[in-house]
């Protein structure tokens, strides 16, 4: 007589898992730009100053991941960032739209960073990892055509 206990058993041991093609759980792609040594800044929007924070490892339209040696980023917080990125085979990666009737290009976004993840990389170094949260969908999308000029990150 099989128990229930040993029925179980042997039926997971038959398991084959199943390679599913929507694997890829990113809603953006993400574009390698350690190589350009594009820095971002910490944002303080009472004094209208930035401070260097670190540097761009990768950048989807989506989020980013900053190289930094500050010890003081945390998971689940928030940071004001500045990003400035250069126009690019005259794509310009944000869009002005406050300002008039006309939309203008733009080279720098303000906004918040949603630290998900900081990873000790050595010695002093951190890679920290987020989501940009307060993105309007015109600069969304004018990043992620302006990305799309740019190499794949692994």
């Known amino acids: 007589m099989t128990t229930l206990h040993e029925k179980n058993r042997n039926a997971a041991r038959h398991f084959k898992p199943q390679m599913s093609l929507a694997s890829e759980q990113r809603e953006h792609r993400r574009y390698d730009l350690g190589g350009q040594t594009l820095t971002v800044n910490r944002w303080d929007a009472s004094r209208r100053s930035a401070a260097p924070l670190g540097y761009l490892v990768d950048l989807s339209a989506g989020g980013v991941r900053i190289r930094t040696d500050q010890t003081n980023v945390k998971p689940d917080s928030q940071i004001r960032v500045r990003l400035e990125l250069p126009t690019y085979a005259g794509i310009s990666p944000f869009i002005e739209t406050n300002t008039g009737h006309q939309p203008a290009p733009k080279t720098e ?46």
């Open 109 to 154: 976004w303000i906004g918040w960073l949603a630290v998900s993840r900081v990873t000790k990389v050595d010695g002093r170094n951190f890679d920290v990892s987020g989501r940009l949260v307060d993105m309007d969908e015109m600069d969304r999308g004018m990043l992620g055509l302006y990305l799309s000029t740019q190499p794949l990150a692994a």
